[in-house]
């Protein structure tokens, strides 16, 4: 199963376009979950300590565990979610809080280490830029996270950028882009 999370905000999504280019390509069975509408609740104290509790008893069958659970069993994951703020729109550090479950997406080693649990072995991270894509504190943060706490070894970028500034043609550049995708040349 491929997982689409979908951190994209507006309904004309660039980003979106992109990954749905990549998800047409890559074909099969799909999963996808929108994250304006998951009503995703932060980690309040109460969900924490409940949260805790449920890991030390190792019941992953509970509810708060079911997007965890999705993420853990993906066979590749595509994450799309436009440049903010040098990052990511905020509800994608909520939806990584809610899936990162001890126990279930990643262990500790008896080194102290992370060890990834999850099947997928690649994730994409697609994005698009008003401007240039610089710093980025967004793929590499994902990247981190997939290869060195879920165990998924391989993961790549899809992006385009300069996409507000004028003088570039959004468009052209956005099509662009899928043509790539939709050739393989990523
Ligand atoms: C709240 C917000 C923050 C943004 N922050 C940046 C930024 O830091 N750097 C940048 O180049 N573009 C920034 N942009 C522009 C977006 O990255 C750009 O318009 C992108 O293509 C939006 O993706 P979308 O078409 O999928 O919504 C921001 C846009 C918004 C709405």
Known sequence: MILFVNACVRSDSRTQRLARA????????????????????????????????????????????????????????????????????????????????????????????????CQARKLWYVTTAGGPYVPDFSYDYIRALATGCFGIPETELVMAEMLDVQGYDAEAIVAERIYEIERGML
């Open 22 to 117: 990549l998800l047409e390509q890559l074909g099969g069975e799909q999963e996808e979950i929108k994250l304006s509408e998951a009503n995703l609740e932060p980690l309040s104290e109460e969900r924490l300590r409940k949260r805790t509790e449920l890991v030390e008893r190792r019941q992953f069958s509970d509810s708060m565990f079911r997007l965890a659970r999705q993420f853990q069993r993906a066979d590749l994951i595509v994450i799309a979610a436009p440049y903010w703020d040098l990052s990511f729109p905020a509800i994608l550090k909520l939806y990584l809080e809610n899936i990162y479950v001890t126990g279930l997406v990643s262990e500790y080693a008896e080194s102290g280490e992370p060890h990834g649990l």
